[in-house]
T-cell receptor
């Protein structure tokens, strides 16, 4: 099946810093989503982005499907951005989506 | 207020007992999913359903069972055959399958002792 790798596994930032999270995948996709898992376990949808670029406030994401990677940018980070960020992909032609990466644990220090 | 609800939030059971986790959605979505999350890991697919009265095994279906008698509901039973049932269980839904965005419920934390 499709493989998903996220990097870095852990990231510690000072409040106000910018960061880039990466997601590599091993096959063509028809779905790619970025999630933020809060301390209570809720998965919050950040972006649905199988290709192209999107922005939502301080967050933006880019997926280059031909090169099989996606990037999540967080600018001017805040302590409330802390948590685990997951990339999840759905392989083209598969009805079984989604396959999740192992996540990036982000800690933003005040 | 549309969304996905899961109950209960926390569940404790003795080893050897079956337990059923509830998942309900009022988004009018056709497809529903169950995932399992272990500490420090991503989610893994247990079962999914594209339409009422149809469901398919995911990557880790052994020891679990599901039903889909209504569009809004997709309960998951964790049977005594599941060797390591303690985990965080998340339900999701999407309009359909084949590239549609998935939305998640708040999850149920199951502890079996």
């Amino acid at each position: 099946g499709i493989q998903v790798e996220q990097s870095p596994p852990d990231l510690i930032l000072q409040e106000g810093a910018n960061s880039t999270l990466r997601c590599n995948f091993s096959d063509s996709v028809n779905n790619l989503q970025w999630f933020h898992q809060n301390p209570w376990g809720q998965l919050i949808n950040l972006f649905y982005i199988p290709s192209g670029t999107k922005q939502n406030g301080r967050l933006s994401a880019t997926t280059v499907a031909t090169e099989r990677y996606s990037l999540l940018y967080i600018s001017s980070s805040q302590t409330t951005d802390s948590g685990v960020y997951f990339c999840a992909v759905g392989a083209s032609g598969s009805a079984r989506q989604l396959t999740f990466g192992s996540g990036t644990q982000l800690t933003v220090l005040p | 207020d549309g969304g996905i609800t899961q109950s209960p939030k926390y569940l404790f059971r003795k080893e050897g007992q079956n337990v059923t986790l509830s998942c309900e959605q009022n988004l009018n979505h056709d497809a529903m999913y169950w995932y399992r999350q272990d500490p420090g890991q991503g989610l893994r697919l247990i079962y999914y359903s594209q339409i009422v009265n149809d469901f398919q095994k995911g990557d880790i279906a052994e020891g679990y069972s599901v039903s889909r008698e209504k569009k809004e509901s997709f309960p998951l039973t964790v049977t005594s055959a599941q060797k390591n049932p303690t985990a965080f269980y998340l339900c999701a839904s999407s309009i359909g399958q084949g590239g549609y965005e998935q939305y998640f419920g708040p999850g149920t934390r199951l502890t079996v002792t």
